[in-house]
């Protein structure tokens, strides 16, 4: 048997390298004491590489690893990984998913405490300073409080169970879950994210995207009762640290435990300056535990990976073109655009996921449809869906799934994907022009022509005069402005905009949008 070479970039618990070195076939090289830029001449021709945070599956990385076959990112996040490009060179990118829920979610309970007793500072104050100061060191009890959880996941739903065992009321903010995954355990779920803000404690455990980034800013935080304590132990940037700061230092915000930060190693943030704050080092996995249990999955994901024989938690699929007719590609993309489009308009938990196809790309239905799955709930689940299991995810969330072909509708080819939520089905089909020229054709049965990408703005309205002038005068009013306007009119009166624009709009904007005459709803899109 021909022997594969395995990279290990970053520092793993050494069980992970027994594992590798157990395997005649495998040569292990050590590199985690390389410095990252000599690294590619080490990568030169190995086969899977093993990594962590500290280094960045950038382009440089993948241009000096020319025979990587896969890479494996031991850990959940992959930030540093370019997935686009492993994709488009072939290579595999895979995570290690669940391997560190419990620390991070036990990690997430000592920040709660924290917060709640300030115990790092009487622990220095006595240690450090040796002083016995009881009388300076009152605490609040989490029995009784509310507590806010943004993200009812893997993590999240573990944190509000352990939560609830101290006593908590827990209020959970998920739109992509069904209610009773949370009401079944006797806790709140909410469709508001204000009721969130009402809690007197708030943990986030959300993926990092661009509907979550800065989910808490400056206006949130002032909608928060005095004294709030927040946690997060997910990742940097979800709350945004300016803000952050200004309700610490204010006293808006009592209290917050931190192990991510936006950018790191954070030694400099003007965090670690605040005495309202307890830090660590994002140890979110950092138990002896998780480590040994990330390591023997990674190492056994590159053994199977350096072999061919499976690529578990796989986040990409490599597409060659080599491999597939130059019309497919092109589809593979567009669905799950498309996919990720329809989940948009009601950003409601999916019940159905549905796709037709017509013309030769029907084919493929069955490969679409797994590009359509991922598309569709890659904003809910982040880096917990792939290609590899998104029909074992379907079938745990009890999502109903179809594929089939259908006749021509005027296009020689077209995708059509239909997200079932409990307020309607999104409907959106797309084509391709020429080579590569991706576009969205129909939205909920209005015509439309359009390129996925970027910023828009989906409004229903009724048919009458007026409309779009009262959209352009509002965005007008709030310095956005109109990159392209795609109106398309329907024969029951009803019309339906696609507005592109430069600018993020924010929720309030969204709201006044809404309120607008004649407006049936708005929602807001970033694809």
Request: hydrophobic content about 40%; proline content about 3%; overall charge neutral.
């Amino acid at each position: 048997m021909k022997q594969k070479k395995i990279v290990v970039c970053d520092s793993i618990h050494e069980i992970g390298f027994d594992i590798l070195k157990k395997e005649s076939d495998i040569t292990v090289v050590d590199a985690t004491k390389i410095a990252k830029d000599k690294l590619g001449e080490v990568i030169a021709d190995a086969d899977v590489a093993i990594t962590r945070s500290p280094t960045d599956i950038d382009i440089a990385f993948l241009d000096a690893g020319k025979k990587l076959c896969a890479v494996v990112r031991a850990g959940v996040g992959v930030d540093n990984v370019d997935l686009d490009e492993c994709s488009k060179r072939g290579v595999i990118a895979m995570n290690v998913p669940t391997a560190n829920t419990i620390a991070a979610v036990e990690l997430t309970m000592a920040h709660l405490l924290g917060t709640a007793r300030e115990f790092p500072y009487s622990h220095n104050d006595l240690k450090q300073n040796r002083l016995w100061r009881r009388e300076k060191w009152y605490g609040v009890e989490l029995y009784g409080k509310k507590l806010g959880v943004i993200g009812f996941g893997n993590i999240g739903s573990r944190v509000a169970i352990r939560a609830k065992a101290f006593g908590m009321d827990i209020v959970a903010y998920d739109p992509y879950i069904q209610s009773n995954k949370v009401t079944d355990l006797g806790m709140t779920y909410t469709e508001s994210f204000d009721d969130i803000l009402t809690c007197d404690f708030i943990t986030i455990h959300t993926p990092k995207n661009k509907e979550t980034i800065n989910i808490i800013d400056k206006k949130e935080i002032a909608k928060m009762k005095d004294g709030v304590r927040l946690i997060n132990v997910a990742r940097g940037g979800l709350y945004n640290e300016d803000a952050l700061i200004e309700g610490l230092k204010s006293g808006k915000i009592a209290f917050a435990g931190i192990d991510v930060f936006s950018k790191e190693p954070a030694v400099n943030n003007p965090l670690l300056d605040l005495e309202n704050v307890t830090v660590t080092p994002h140890l979110g996995a950092n138990t002896l535990e998780s480590q040994e249990k990330i390591a023997i999955a990674a190492a056994e994901q590159a053994i199977l990976a350096a072999r061919g024989v499976s690529y578990p938690n796989a986040l990409n699929l490599p597409i060659k073109t080599e491999d597939l007719p130059n019309s497919v590609a092109p589809y593979l993309e567009l669905v799950q655009k498309i996919s990720f489009l329809a989940v948009q308009i009601y950003k409601r938990p999916i019940l159905g996921i549905h796709i037709e196809g017509e013309g030769s790309i029907s084919e493929y239905i069955k490969s679409l449809l797994t590009f359509a799955i991922v598309g569709a709930l890659k904003e809910s689940l982040g880096d917990n869906i792939n290609y590899v299991n998104a029909g074992y995810v379907v079938q745990e969330k009890k999502i109903d799934v179809s594929s089939k072909v259908v006749p021509l509708s005027g296009y020689s080819n077209k995708i059509t994907v239909k997200i079932s939520t409990d307020k309607g089905v999104a409907e959106v089909s797309g084509t391709v022009f020429g080579e590569d020229e991706q576009r969205v054709v129909n939205i909920n049965g209005f015509k439309t022509d359009f390129k996925p990408r970027g910023k828009m703005i989906v409004f229903k309205n009724k048919d009458v005069p007026g409309v779009i002038a009262s959209i352009s005068t509002l965005l007008s009013q709030n310095n956005i402005n109109i990159a392209d306007f795609r109106l398309g009119r329907g024969s029951d009166g009803l019309a339906l905009a696609v507005i592109l624009i430069d600018q993020d709009i924010s929720k309030e904007l969204l709201v006044k949008l809404n309120e607008l005459p004649n407006c049936i709803w708005a929602q807001s899109v970033n694809i």
